[in-house]
């Protein structure tokens, strides 16, 4: 089994910034991508960004040139620096790991609230 734990979630105010990461341990891994999603009560999880394992991010329209997602110094670690942060930015930020490019994500962390004040 594989865990998925993210921090750094919290509050800010427009315009400033957050750095989030997810740590993934249990069973040795070796992930494909890591992604992260957010989702707000009521509507649909959306997709934020991704790495792959070459260290190649990918990121939604919503947030390309604000939002920077590379890996961490650790094995399996993920981080997401989040700038010029929006009010429509504040959700739970999920992180997510898959084994291979077909398959759905398998794993999630238990997501990390990010709440921006205007």
């Known amino acids: 089994q594989v865990q998925l734990v993210e921090s750094g979630g919290g509050l800010v105010q427009a315009g400033g910034s957050l750095r989030l990461s997810c740590a993934a341990s249990?069973?040795?891994?070796?992930?494909?991508?890591m992604a992260w999603f957010r989702q707000v009560p009521g509507k649909e999880r959306e997709f934020v960004g991704k790495?792959?394992?070459?260290?190649?991010?990918y990121y939604a329209e919503s947030v390309k040139g604000r939002f920077t997602i590379s890996r961490g110094d650790a094995k399996n670690t993920v981080n997401l620096e989040m700038n010029s942060l929006k009010p429509e930015d504040t959700a739970v930020y999920y992180c997510a790991t898959r084994s291979g490019p077909t398959m759905n994500y398998e794993y999630w962390g238990q997501g990390t609230q990010v709440t921006v004040s205007s």
């Open positions: 790495v792959w394992s070459s260290g190649i991010a």
């Open positions: 249990g069973r040795t891994f070796n992930y494909y991508d």
